[in-house]
């Protein structure tokens, strides 16, 4: 079977029309459907960027040593890493995402774990290196005989929100380990806590992050999405083998971005700032949701409220439309989504505030 037969029809091509309805709306659309950052980048990281312009010669796909010393300072202060491990930038967390399996070398007779209501790019990652999905939340759910190669685990989750406990963190670390699979932890939106405060795997490891490797982004804490800047830390025999492979094929991170990264990191004067908008509008949102009658499920933290009024989450989408407000089918995420809708936190105050006015009226 070909890479493109492999592929599902992209999810999104469903929204369209959904979206056309929201447009026509007289006050126009709030779009709440997509996490797409809207404010601006913030003007350190601009100039950082600018300034890291003039470089002709190839990047590092290791990183600079600048970078790699911030990732390791940032791993350690709001992750928790201890003891030795490796870091890597990537081009953003979703090229990693949908490529980590083949990169590891998973394959054809391979099973991938996923959580039951996860990010697309999990499962186009396993179609895409020919391996077998299996959707589990505990290790409780995996059947006895099944040896899985990799396990992805989300939290804070998107798009339900719902953070993951200590306690869990580390069955899943012992549980990997004990069949000798990666387990690799999507935690881009660890900053942004909200009703829980969300640690990462990398604090329960103890120092020793064998099999573990914890994925992170700057496009939400520092608005980059269009710099496309990612990265990882964890298991430094895991990120060397991960290095080589990406150095092979071209996997890196433009060299002013990686300046741009630096910067961010070095920072968290922005990332605070950024954090307080989101929390105002989260609030905003999430008052004008109950108003209309709808029960917000999980949502502890991250960018998303994963929202419910026990209907077929389409006829959720299609009253929202009707009133000019684009929010995502839960049915996107899994089979388990169905009655649910996302609502991203990602539009200016302004929109935020149409919105509620629209959904509260």
Not at 54 to 68: C, S
Not at 85 to 92: A, D, H, K, R
Not at 240 to 257: D, F, N, Q, S, Y
Request: hydrophobic share 40%; net charge negative; with cysteine.
């Amino acid at each position: 079977m070909s890479l493109s037969e492999r592929l599902p029809v992209f999810p999104w091509d469903r929204l369209a029309p959904f979206g056309d309805t929201a447009r026509a709306h007289p006050g126009g659309i709030v779009d709440l459907s997509v996490g797409t950052p809207v404010d601006p980048v913030p003007p350190l990281i601009r100039e950082a960027l600018e300034g890291a312009a003039n470089i002709p010669g190839y990047p590092l796909t290791a990183g600079t040593p600048e970078l790699r010393a911030a990732l390791r300072a940032w791993l350690t202060l709001h992750c928790g890493a201890t003891g030795e491990f490796g870091v890597l930038p990537t081009i953003g967390s979703k090229e990693l995402v949908g490529w980590l399996p083949t990169l590891l070398g998973v394959g054809a007779g391979d099973t991938v774990v996923l959580p039951r209501l996860a990010y697309p790019t999990y499962d186009i990652g396993v179609r895409v290196a020919g391996a077998t999905a299996l959707l589990a939340d505990s290790p409780d759910e995996i059947p006895a005989g099944v040896r899985p190669s990799l396990i992805w685990i989300n939290s804070p989750s998107n798009p339900t929100g719902r953070v993951s406990t200590e306690d869990e963190l580390r069955a899943w670390v012992a549980y990997a380990r004990s069949g000798g699979a990666v387990l690799a932890s999507d935690e881009c939106y660890l900053t942004l806590g909200w009703a829980a405060s969300p640690v990462s795997v990398l604090s329960t490891c103890d120092g020793d992050h064998t099999g573990v490797l914890s994925v992170h982004s700057l496009s939400k804490r520092s608005n980059l999405a269009g710099y496309r800047a990612g990265f990882l830390g964890g298991d430094p025999k895991l990120v060397a083998a991960l290095l080589e492979a990406r150095k092979h094929t071209g996997m890196i991170v433009p060299a002013p971005v990686q300046a741009a990264m630096t910067a961010a990191l070095g920072d968290e004067s922005h990332a605070l700032a950024q954090r307080s908008l989101y929390e105002g509008r989260r609030e905003i949102l999430h008052g004008a949701l109950l108003s209309r009658g709808m029960r917000v499920d999980h949502s502890e933290a991250g960018l998303y409220l994963w929202a419910t009024r026990d209907e077929d989450c389409w006829t959720t989408v299609a009253e929202f439309a009707a009133l000019g407000v684009l929010v995502a089918p839960g049915e996107f995420y899994g089979p388990d989504g169905g009655r649910h809708v996302r609502v991203a936190l990602t539009a200016t105050d302004e929109r935020v505030k149409a919105a509620a006015e629209r959904l509260t009226s």
